[in-house]
């Protein structure tokens, strides 16, 4: 009876919301997905397996022991690998569906899908891709990328692990010398893979030449078993994404064949003799590549987020606006809005930077197939720039969805945990942000050098040296805060600098100095980083083939976004005076009327991502609402409920209730 | 052979560091316990725990599922209760131990122990208790406290749960309405407890009364089964404390007598009539002994982290600072020491403000005892807000410490991930972090509007109209810091308010312009407790008992903590004009100079909370620093690793790797 009507409520209150809509929604997930057409087709693949029941669990993984869960995961994954090979959708297709959400804990082959081809593709020789990218694609090799050492990550040339070639039988023997030197991390490593990509110390005649790739066979092909001289294995829980069997492996004097280096770049030659490449720049592409596909993930996992805690804050009820009212919606209160809408805008402003670094990559191919590699630190500096802003926005995002959805958030069920502990990763691998934001550091730096010696820079450094354009720009307007923004970037960099200077008047050591301003560095490339991603996404909101009330929307939490971080970065703007008290206030009054304005817009809005709710997986962000009724029918399924009376009350709890203590 | 030498060098590392100490670490270590007996008592009972071999698990609980780890948590505190028990030693001494981490992901009896005990004790009259509580404290009851709803939280007065006196049987009827009236949370409630406080709404003679604890027993004391008319079960997996087995409860017009009503404040009699308290606000005192509970909890998490991170930054070499020479220690890196000194000033920050809250506490509840309740609106709004900001604060400063140690920082048997689960909630639990700070900045407002009609406020408030003191304490030093945390504070106040009149003045509606306001109270609210937080940690540290060397690190302590936190807000400095650019440069190089001279006395610091290696239960944190042995030694206990081909393989893979797709 009375969950009928909660039900009802529910439903009614959700299709209210979406009556309020004042845009297209179809419109936007067009946008959203980059297309109608691929809008049609990721429904169309999505529609297909969520269609097969083979992908159902019917004992949620979190209730599973660590062995079982890899297991079920497996169980999975072959069947979609298989499921998709039926129908001919390349796995690239499939990436840009949610179709992976099937896999709710990691997934154990998505290194041998992704990274494995990607460097087969761009450090094997055409004769090896021959010989082994039609394995690889069949799955006979499953392969995985090890590089880190459980005591050696960012610093590649840290790394241990020895191949020293041996001219007697042209082959390298393989060694790791010291547990350090235990390869550690690899996704699929412990269990799944046969073979792997090794980076190892290249020894030939006597001389270490760094850090080189390897193809090595680990497990036998037919059986499994690993192979002697071969010591692996998984490396145990984590805070998320628990299925991938992450793994370790060690090298007892194993010997692989000459032709076994991946030979693109450099090669050592039957006599021992090296080969050096080229230019080594090119495989900068790779990790760009790798750093982008991780900027478009993080946009698409906070926007699972915020579908979730914008349906739930439509449908919660919660306190007293008014004394002695019903309990209004939570999404009423204007701490909630301040909560949700500008991680809503923050989902735009990480897919379209991501993709203007796409767009800048192609021009950058294309002028490297013309012998042109100048624009490739810029392309490289602005991956490393978004891969760190949109790991921590997108971690900071979830986790305030999380919050902002009470105890409920805190249930594995809601989907919020699993999305917080598998995007946290992403702002330790593929470099550390630290690392990266000193990079962009370091890059700012030299280029503002440059800028002052007249030197030329590239486009996206100009601003720090180039006077201001100075516009007639109205004050406050999007384009005077751009500008606000970019004075205020410049003159952080510049007081930087100077500071690096004085710093190293004192030290008299370049390295000691900069690790003396290190956290004043990293501030410096936050805040050009930021300044790039608003400028991305005001250009891109201007210039976007829309209607005018997409557009709309859209300018609106462009503005809120602007206005939004920039009060998070006050202090950099009252210290550049670019913007005075007075007009800070007067932005935070507009920021609480955008939130006024956008609040019943913010349904609709998430509901333009257009998540299936098999994919979202989530209690508490389903399409009709039935919040509390999920809950109820989840925790039904608990195998300590099974039975009214626990196995633990038998065992350990009736003998202290008994005893006489 | 290689590995010896590993070990060896990261002892030896960690030598050194300890030779660096500039202080007495065991001095240091009995003001963080309190006093010197304290810290000999807490070691005689740690000792006595550690070394019962029935407290080390044989395979970790990261690797069970969700009903074996269960099981197996139950084992140990049942375990745990019997020997505390059979040593008389008191569970609230118990409590100043960190004997708890030996229960891993929870403890099914918590609230049995704590919460319970304490609103028996707050809300039984003495009948009541001489009938319950000795059967508690011989576990015969083990009870939960029933609040939550599912659709029901921080707004007790919504709870839907009706408690209705039936005058023939003279009976409480209890009745769960709706799916959104269900028990929803308890620790304990699915399957450990037999009896739970349950507040509903009181009816008697027709009359709702609002919200009344009663004594409601839910399971047979004997058999353990469920009772007729009580549904209950656990509600499923969360993001963390997985083994404390939350529950539902419901009922279906479930009879108690009406004895059961818990009647020391207000009291049905025979004939169905309404006794109401004398004053209620008495019931604030276990809120706030809650609340400073989990503020010292908090400091306690937030030590295990920065000990993880810190032994493990000294440990871990990475990159380069000079090209060419050997890889230094991370803890070398100043955005390493920026991440992790600042959160070792915030343990003491965090202890000394619940300490000082505590003490106010006493003299409260002294002048109580003569009547005079006047200052309790005060201790409660310091409750909240110390509750609120020490929880943001440790949550915070562990995932900056987990995500300081890298990729190992994500592995469970760092520690670090449990130590974030399990903390993030109190974000969330015994009122809502953004629902406690609008009630301290409801506080704030009430108290300046009446300072400006010369009303009398309480002391921590008086601030806000008082006009300032002007010391003549020298520009930057700590008073004159505080002086402008003071009038920084006063100020967003001052300006908050007239927001909200001018709001007022729109809306015509104190709620709606209320409303309109929240994020800048919230802020509000947040900036004066920071104040609060400051001032206390430096009183403490200028009247603490100490040796000039333990006070000296303290201060350094202090400063960094007050210039961390100012640069955080340097915002509401430049608008207050109490600081200027130039002020908060010359603060910033002070804050890179602490962090320099701090760095040497950073494992010492850390050494200072002496929490045993068992207790810790971390594999980058213990004492000798042999991370890499101990996590690759981890990684071997994963049943994974039992078999070197998983039972995956012949299931799911090889048919896959074998197809012909």
Not at 153 to 169: C, K, S
Request: a neutral charge; charged letters at 20%; one cysteine or more.
């Amino acid at each position: 009876m009375s969950e009928k009507k909660d039900l009802q409520d529910c439903v009614e209150e959700l299709r209210r919301e979406r009556a309020q809509c004042s845009f297209d929604v179809e419109e936007l997930t067009n946008i959203f997905d980059g297309g109608k057409e691929l809008t049609a087709r990721r429904r169309e693949i999505e529609h297909l397996i969520c269609s097969d029941p083979a992908f159902k669990d019917e004992v949620p993984p979190e209730y599973l022991s660590h062995e079982d869960l890899y297991t079920n995961e497996v169980r999975k994954v072959t069947h979609l690998m298989r499921k998709l090979a039926e129908h001919n959708i390349p796995l690239r297709e499939a990436s840009i569906t949610q179709v992976h959400s099937v896999l709710r804990d990691g997934n154990p082959l998505i290194v041998h899908t992704s990274m494995f081809a990607n460097a087969l593709a761009s450090l094997a020789n055409p004769k090896q891709q021959q010989q082994w990218v039609p394995l690889a694609e069949k799955n006979r090799i499953i392969g995985t990328y090890a590089q880190t050492e459980i005591g050696h990550g960012t610093f590649v040339r840290g790394l241990e692990t020895t191949a020293i070639f041996d001219p007697e039988t042209k082959e390298f023997v393989l060694h790791s010398p010291t547990i350090t030197s235990t390869k550690w991390w690899p996704g699929g490593l412990g269990k799944t893979a046969n073979a792997a990509i090794v980076m190892a110390q290249l020894y030939t005649q006597g001389k270490c030449y760094g850090p080189h790739p390897f193809f090595v066979q680990l497990r036998d092909f037919d059986t499994h078993h690993s192979l002697p001289g071969v010591i692996l294995g998984e490396i145990g829980p984590r805070l998320g994404i628990n299925s991938q069997d992450n793994g370790y492996l060690r090298f007892d004097h194993y010997r692989i064949p000459r032709t076994n280096m991946l030979m693109r770049h450099s090669q050592v030659l039957e006599d021992g003799s090296y080969v050096k490449p080229i230019h080594n720049k090119l495989s900068y592409g790779t990790m760009v590549w790798t750093r982008v596909a991780i900027v478009h993930s993080c946009s698409k996992k906070l926007a699972c987020a915020v579908t979730i805690a914008t349906r739930y804050s439509a449908v919660r009820h919660q306190s007293e606006l008014v004394p002695g009212k019903p309990e209004p919606q939570i999404l009423e209160y204007q701490t909630q809005q301040y909560k949700l809408l500008p991680h809503i805008a923050s989902v735009f402003a990480i897919l379209f930077s991501a993709s203007s670094v796409l767009r800048m990559q192609r021009n950058v191919a294309a002028s490297i197939s013309k012998g042109n590699v100048e624009l490739l630190p810029e392309l490289h500096i602005l991956s490393c720039a978004m891969k760190a802003l949109s790991s921590q926005d997108s971690t900071q995002g979830i986790e305030t969805c999380r919050l902002a959805c009470g105890g409920h958030g805190y249930i594995a069920s809601s989907g919020l945990p699993s999305l917080y502990t598998s995007t946290t990763c992403t702002i330790t691998y593929e470099g550390e942000n630290t690392v990266l934001l000193l990079q962009v550091a370091r890059y700012l730096i030299k280029s503002y050098r440059a800028g002052l010696e007249g030197l030329p820079v590239l486009p996206s450094v100009m601003y720090l040296t180039a006077p201001s354009a100075m516009h007639q720009s109205p004050p406050l307007s999007n384009q005077a805060l751009i500008e606000a923004f970019r004075i205020s970037s410049a003159n952080l960099v510049k007081e930087t600098e100077s500071r690096l200077c004085r710093q190293f008047n004192l030290e008299q050591n370049f390295h000691y100095a900069w690790n003396r301003c290190s956290v004043a560095l990293v501030h410096c490339a936050e805040l050009h980083s930021r300044y790039y991603m608003c400028e991305k996404f005001l250009s891109t909101v201007e210039s976007i083939r829309a209607s005018d009330r997409v557009r709309s929307v859209l300018q609106d939490l462009c503005r809120l976004y602007l206005i939004h971080h920039i009060t998070l970065n006050q202090g950099h703007f009252l210290r550049s005076g670019t913007l005075s008290g007075v007009d800070l206030s007067t932005l935070e009054e507009e920021m609480y009327e955008l939130l006024a304005k956008l609040r019943p817009q913010a349904v609709p809005l998430v509901d333009a991502f257009d998540f299936r709710d098999e994919l979202l997986g989530s209690t508490l962000g389903a399409w009709d609402g039935r919040v509390y009724e999920r809950l109820y029918e989840e925790a039904q399924k608990s195998p300590l409920n099974k039975t009214d009376v626990s196995k633990a009350y038998h065992k350990y709890l009736q003998p202290l209730m008994k005893s006489n203590l």
